[in-house]
């Protein structure tokens, strides 16, 4: 158990794919025809996050903590923590892997307010991978926290 992990990691690596699974499911809606990339762009939209888990357990431990002591939200938390947010994170490992860019468009937060209708298929890839993710997040939020290691 590296960092003091329990067995929980193989779960959230099950948990994290759900995020994939469910933008694809949502491609056909958006008018996105490559189902595949659509799986890809939110699989990849928690790589941040997913990579610090792995390679930074005790941070993210931590971050977990100010969350919940200040009640302070992920992006604030981990950027208190590791000096970047875990989408910024993220998006750099990803551009230093050399990604395509329609995914590092697609792991790209959207911005805050009104959205507008997608302009592009990358656009439309960005929202997929968003909105699985939120819808992601709101699955795992009523798990117990040993169910999925977050």
Known sequence: ?????????????????????????????????????????????????????????????????????MDLNEETASRRVLGVDYDQLGLGIARLWHFPSSILAAMT????????????????LRGIANLARELYRTYVADLPAAEHGN
């Open 109 to 124: 937060p959207l911005d805050a307010g009104t959205l507008r209708s997608p302009g592009s298929q990358n656009d439309r």
């Open 1 to 69: 158990m590296r960092g003091g992990r329990s067995g929980s990691g193989l779960l959230t690596q099950r948990l994290e794919h759900l995020g994939g699974v469910l933008g694809r499911l949502l491609a056909a809606s958006a008018g996105v025809k490559d189902y595949e990339e659509a799986f890809i762009s939110a699989l990849f939209r928690n790589l941040g996050r997913l990579m610090a888990r792995f390679h930074f357990y005790a941070e993210t431990e931590r971050v977990k903590e100010l969350m919940a002591e």
